[in-house]
């Protein structure tokens, strides 16, 4: 579903990606994860371009998306993304968040966009809070309410940047679990997290970035048990 | 002659109050005189207004173009852009608003003196405004754009219905006192012989030798300005209502 060919980023003189060449299948989550600064970041929002790759390749459904003539807009409304900091829009009522995208993309009317907002509201029991605004919410709720404006876009993908590392400790959870349901939908997911026991638990393919390259991936039992690279070995006696 | 009127106008304001009132009827309501005021506020009024639009337009696409040249990755014509809007406003803040009006004025045959204060002053305010704006744009945090654009709406898009409408709250009290100085601004205007409220008070004054019409004319612009605030209150009040309760 997606490829990426000897993807590389520099920000001036500062490599942060060195060369990652990787396959993600429909299904898959994998999840990565690394010390700060090691650009596994900066290598998640490569894939929707967020940030502009230096240069490489990333093929997603069929397309390499990076180059001047790629309708970015296009390839993102199949790409859902989650940020540490929520980044709802706070001028918007929770509803109004989550039907910007559809209803202004012509992706869906207004009143399909609103039935479909409740039953997402539904699902993680915030109907209630339709018609607030996000100052209103708690960290927790926002987030959640966050990854459901990204899965109204109906999206094939779901690309998480570190969704629980803004979170006071006991709104952790509430995210989790979102996350975990989706997952077990059969959502394809890249998550940045620095959650091990949920790394553990939901991730089909952990992927361990460092300097700018992957330096190990496996599955998650093998990969915590069994960690063969000496900076995972050091990084996971940190963590764990 | 003129010592004499000079001697008699110091008469009458050192008299009784009685004369203050006379001095205010024949400044105002004598011949009819307070139409004059009301077509000279109109005359402000109307510069003030076609200058706030304009200036809000200018403002935006200026400041909106210097936000997408300031970029570490915006293309040549962004960076040109953004090169001639800085140009712009140093020019036009960088010099008085009397000289300009007169520049403009001689630019062109105007038909009327108060089009091209309409536009003089447009321009003017433009560059006030759009450094207003590009500081909204800037107390924006970033990830409202990469939260748009992760949505898949165009930069456009996400400029407009996500950074624009938050920037602008941010700026409404830095806005209003553009507006606000901008409404007694227009008071220059009468030097291209364009008959505002001021000019008109003046000349009254200067014909019939009383202050009052510079009283009534300064009645006038307090009214306006506390109006915009009010104006200003209200709409901070809308506003508001994403903020925390």
Same mark, same amino acid.
């Given at each position: 579903m997606i490829e990426v060919k000897n993807l590389r980023k520099s920000f001036g003189k500062n490599e942060v990606l060195a060369g990652i060449t990787e396959r993600i299948e429909k299904g898959e989550k994998v999840v990565i994860i690394g010390p700060s600064g090691s650009g596994k970041s900066t290598f998640l929002r490569c894939l929707n371009r967020l940030e502009e790759?230096?240069?490489?390749?990333?093929?997603?459904?069929?397309?390499?998306?990076?180059?001047?003539k790629v309708d970015i807009d296009k390839v993102r409304q199949h790409m859902g993304m989650v940020f540490q900091h929520?980044? $709802?829009?706070?001028?918007?009522?929770?509803?109004?968040?989550?039907? $910007?995208?559809?209803?202004? $993309?012509?992706?869906?009317?207004?009143?399909?966009?609103?039935r479909k907002a409740m039953q997402l509201l539904e699902r993680i029991g915030l109907t209630d809070k339709a018609d607030t605004y996000p100052a209103m919410l708690s960290g927790g709720q926002k987030q959640r309410i966050a990854i459901v404006r990204a899965l109204a876009m109906n999206p094939d993908v779901m690309l998480f940047d570190e969704p629980t590392s803004a979170?006071?400790?006991?709104?952790?959870?509430?995210?989790?679990? $979102?996350?975990?349901?989706?997952?077990?939908?059969?959502?394809?997911?890249v998550i940045v997290t620095h959650e091990m026991g949920f790394a553990k638990e939901v991730a089909t393919r952990v992927m361990f970035i460092d300097e700018g390259v992957i330096k190990e991936q496996n599955r998650p039992k093998e990969f915590f048990e069994n960690p063969r690279d000496a900076r995972l070995q050091s990084f996971l006696s940190k963590v764990l | 002659m003129e010592v004499m009127a000079t001697l008699w106008q110091g008469n009458l304001f050192?008299?009784?109050?009685?004369s203050?009132?006379?001095?205010?009827k024949r400044g105002l309501i004598e011949e009819d005189r307070w139409k004059l005021y009301i077509e000279g506020i109109g005359v402000t009024l109307s510069i003030a207004a076609v200058a706030c639009l304009m200036g809000i337009f200018i403002g935006v696409i200026?400041?909106?173009?210097?936000?997408?040249?300031?970029?570490?990755?915006?293309?040549f014509f962004w960076k040109v852009v953004a090169m001639i809007c800085d140009v712009y406003t140093t020019v036009i803040r960088g010099t008085p608003i009397v000289l300009q009006l007169l520049i403009i004025y001689s630019l062109t045959v105007w038909t009327r003196g108060t089009y091209a204060c309409m536009i003089g002053f447009g321009i003017n305010s433009g560059a006030y405004i759009s450094e207003i704006f590009r500081s909204g744009i800037n107390s924006i945090d970033i990830g409202q754009m990469e939260a748009g654009r992760s949505l898949g709406l165009s930069e456009g898009t996400t400029m407009l219905k996500i950074i624009l409408p938050q920037a602008i709250k941010n700026v409404l009290p830095a806005l209003f006192n553009e507006f606000i100085a901008l409404v007694k601004e227009t008071s220059?205007?009468?030097?291209i012989a364009v008959r505002d409220v001021t000019k008109v008070a003046s000349s009254i004054k200067g014909t019939y030798f009383i202050s009052s019409p510079l009283y009534v004319a300064a009645v006038m612009y307090l009214v306006l300005v506390l109006f915009l605030t009010f104006l200003?209150?209200?709409?901070?009040?809308?506003?508001?209502?994403?903020?925390r309760s």
């Open positions: 790759p230096t240069s490489g390749e990333i093929w997603f459904e069929g397309q390499n998306i990076v180059g001047r929520f980044n $709802l829009f706070p001028h918007l009522t929770i509803k109004e968040n989550i039907t $910007l995208a559809p209803v202004h $993309l012509k992706l869906m009317s207004r009143e399909d966009a609103d979170l006071d400790p006991e709104m952790v959870g509430e995210v989790l679990d $979102l996350i975990r349901e989706l997952a077990n939908e059969g959502m394809t997911m | 050192l008299s009784s109050r009685m203050w009132i006379d001095d205010l200026v400041a909106v173009g210097k936000y997408y040249g300031s970029r570490s990755n915006s293309s220059v205007a009468g030097y200003q209150k209200r709409l901070e009040r809308r506003l508001a209502r994403s903020d």
